[in-house]
């Protein structure tokens, strides 16, 4: 693997709404992330990536771009973001904003250029097709419920296709007009200064045509996209075309929102001459997904199903290039409550977790809060929620039959909004996210889980977080930990996740994924104690015991 400027660095995603509001609106804000740099260089980060901050009705938060070219006032202003990418650079940050460019927003200038004209050059920007006896070209459901085609505003005989919500009509990507505004916008970004993008549902930008039905996998008589997906072929054209035209000659970092890509093509999306720097492993975060939606779903992966996840994806992707780790982001429940089961929930547990995926091959990222351990909110009902993909599944859920408290207990366990609930820094009014109103209710046990509290408590989540950044940067070990080969170490042995890291120093990584303690095999001498989740460690000879929730890594 060819080194590059990126691989030793630690990421960390922003949502830029939930994370520090400076000016007392109740929503998270640009001067309010600057104020904050000097904590994330104290955690460790050195890449930050912020959710959507561009201009936007916020239908879906902000993946709904009204305008590529200007910061939504709700964030702050254009100077406003041009001093953040200052500041970040005075203490050698880089800052990522989304790329979002599979969709706009139905009140981006474009859509409503088409809707004036659909036969003309606009109408071309976008899937616009004739109805016809009241029917639609196929029968694929969106993203967040329903069909995927609308009617066309002021053109009842009209309908466009949007993959997502309705107010994010997709972009054609056949078009090359459209590629070359994608180009522009991307550049003009980095000429700013900006150190890369995270790609945003990129798989989608390439559609199987003509448009016809797939088979019908729920009550609704509609077909899921992923039938789509795997039969469209030739995406690799438009992502090779803009990674030459933009990140390349930039030098810049992207990492790819990728699902669906077949194993051929891993290569392709991340090797030497890849598309992207990076992609995200999201196999634990699908793992357990239902077809027939949330309510059918595993709300928690044991163990060894995580094992499983995180193994087969270290496996698969070797040396071929440098994956992105991650155990949350802005669209999946907190990672803690999603692979420690409730009554097993502990800090132990959290920095087991931390450990564990941190350690492995790749770019680790860090979601906001996901360093002090910040969990899924207990949401009294489904009139708390506002996450627009919920409130879907929660109608799915009640078209399968179930009740509304059922229903409304199933999908809560997966709802963005347990991830998008206010950056919890104090224990005092609204966690110190705010002094106005928060736009989405504080998590109650701010009280307990906080910044504040944490950084003065050397045995913490987040001083663990401190410790894990602090070895992937040192100078001793970097090598080993950033590069080093992934080898499996007792892998058939259950609740225990082992693996070596082997390079310049060779590395065990141990971690007791069960309240039961137990005895392991060492496979050689313990020269150093690099990580101790817990205040004692037992090493006798040639083995070790690994009390409850205890994760180590050792020097061997």
Known sequence: MKKQWWHDKVAYQIYPK?????????????????????????LGVDIVWLSPIYKSPLADEGYDIADYYSIDPRFGTMEDMERLIEEAKKRDMYILMDLVVNHCSDEHEWFQKACQDPDGEYGNFFYIEDRKDGGTPCNWRSYFGGPVWEPLPGHPDKQYLHVFHKKQPDLNWENPRVREEVYKNINWWLD???????????????KKLPFRD??????DGLSGIDHMLAEA??????????AEKTFRPHNAFTVGEVFNEKPEEIADFIGENGYFSSMFDFAETVYGKSDRGWYDSSAYLNPEEYKS???????KIGDTGMISNIIENHDEPRGVSHYICPEDL?????????????????????????????????FNSIEDVDDVSTLDEYQVALNAGLGEEEAFRRVAAFSRDNARTPMQWTDGKNAGFTEGTPWLRVNPNCSRINVKDQEKNAGSVLSFYKKLTALRKSEEYKETVVYGEFVPYLEQEKNLIGYFREGEKKLLVLANFQKAPREVELPG????????NLEDLTLNDNRIHLDSWQFVTLEI
């Not at 007392?24 to 994330?40: F, T, V």
């Not at 996840?309 to 496996?315: E, G, R």
Request: hydrophobic share 40%; net charge neutral; glycine share 14%.
């Open 192 to 206: 700013k200064g900006l150190g890369g993008f995270r790609i945003d549902a990129i798989i989608n930008i390439k």
């Open 346 to 378: 502990c800090d132990a547990s959290k920095k087991l977790l931390a450990g564990v995926y941190f350690m492995l091959k790749g770019l680790p990222f860090i979601y906001q809060g996901q360093e002090i351990g910040m969990e899924n909110m207990k």
């Open 309 to 315: 996840c995180i193994f087969s994806t270290q496996k």
């Open 233 to 242: 072929e030739g995406i690799g054209e438009f992502l090779g075309e803009m």
């Open 214 to 219: 797939y088979p019908v996998d729920r009550a």
């Open 18 to 42: 939930s994370f520090y509001d400076s000016n007392g609106d109740g929503i998270g804000d640009l001067p309010g992330i600057i104020s904050k740099l000097d904590y994330l260089k104290d």
């Open 525 to 532: 001498i313990v020269k150093k104690v690099l990580l101790n």
